[in-house]
């Protein structure tokens, strides 16, 4: 099982930016896929954004262009480079290990970290 840690939100206003950092630990082995998700307030959770062990990504339309996800395999660390955030961007934000064709999650959830972005 993958146990990932998220950190990184905070409060911004519009336009501005934050970097989110997801650590993962456990066995990382089987991991094809990392995704970003968020939960907004009375809202389903979200896929954001995904990467493969190759580096290979793939972003949901309301984030492309801003948003941009990376990996450090050497330290189990994705992450999420927000730029231009928006309002609509508030949510908790959180990591999993996902099969890729489907950002389906199949390992635990984190405990998120929360990103705030007041207009």
């Known amino acids: 099982q993958v146990h990932p840690v998220e950190s990184g939100g905070g409060s911004v206003q519009a336009g501005g930016s934050l970097r989110l950092s997801c650590v993962t630990s456990?066995?990382?082995?089987?991991?094809?896929?990392i995704g970003w998700f968020r939960q907004a307030p009375g809202k389903p959770r979200e896929g954001v954004a995904i990467i493969d062990r190759y580096g290979r990504t793939s972003y949901a339309d309301s984030v492309k262009g801003r948003f941009t996800i990376s990996q450090d395999n050497a330290k189990n660390s994705r992450y999420l480079q927000m730029n231009s955030l928006k309002p609509e961007d508030t949510a908790m934000y959180y990591c999993?290990?996902?099969?890729?064709?489907?950002?389906?999650?199949?390992?635990?959830w984190g405990q998120g970290t929360q990103v705030n972005v007041s207009s």
């Open positions: 999993a290990a996902v099969h890729c064709p489907t950002w389906s999650p199949v390992g635990n």
């Open positions: 456990g066995y990382t082995n089987n991991v094809q896929c």
